[in-house]
């Protein structure tokens, strides 16, 4: 139309779009998915701001404790600063590392036994590696359900509301029952169709931001995942220099 810009005609879509107008018209089963979805997408959101700043914290603080590790030659301090950076995986591996070979130098029959006692701080190791994964992991599932089922969810209940819809179009008429209720005319049908688009239109506003979101996690986890097995090969030879001799 001459004279008419997008973004004049784009506020107008967004003016004529009546939301709860949308989901009151709405069968009960359209409306089901679409409280279903929305509920998925506020707890997408949560676990997104959720595990940013978990995630954020976890790589701060084994970035600080790396470099504390690696500047100090006193076990000892480098033990009670690992305690204190609770949120690090890299740090609670060396609190599990530590205690363990504690265990192991106060043990006077296990003191000889180099290769056994080498191998019990390595699972101590991958003991706690295994835990603090888990927990970087924990949630993030969640949002790999979303992002693949919820837009099957949105057609799912899209194609229940044209369904619908069609079928009161095809009701009989209460005062002449020869004829149907309404004729099958773009006016008739529109706003149903509306109806049940709006449930796809969900689907796609939870999926879109938890797959993005996913990914970045995961990425995010797999760089920590590669610096404790980096750093429990480092730990491993440095206990075999210094104190299983």
Known sequence: MPGVSPTHVAWTL???LDIPKLF??????????????AVMFVVGVYIII????????????SN?????????RDIEQIYKQAQAL???PISQMFVAGYTELAKLQSDAELKGDREGNLGNIERA?????????????????FLATTG?????IGLFGTVMGILFAFMDLSKPDPNNPTKKAAAATLDAVGPHIAEALFATAIGLVAAIPAVMAYNYFMRRIRVLRSEMETFEQDYLNIIKRHFLR
Not at 125 to 141: C, D, F, G, I, N
Not at 148 to 152: C, D
């Open 14 to 16: 967004a003016a004529d």
């Open 24 to 37: 009151d018209q709405a069968h009960w089963i359209v409306k089901l998915v679409m409280i279903l979805l």
């Open 50 to 61: 959720f595990k940013r700043l978990y995630i954020g914290r976890a790589q701060a603080e």
């Open 64 to 72: 600080r404790f790396l470099e504390s590790f690696w500047k100090s």
């Open 86 to 88: 609770r949120n690090s």
């Open 125 to 141: 190791l991958r003991r706690a590696q295994l835990s603090e994964t888990t927990k970087l992991e924990s949630m993030v599932p």
């Open 148 to 152: 693949s089922a919820a837009p099957f």
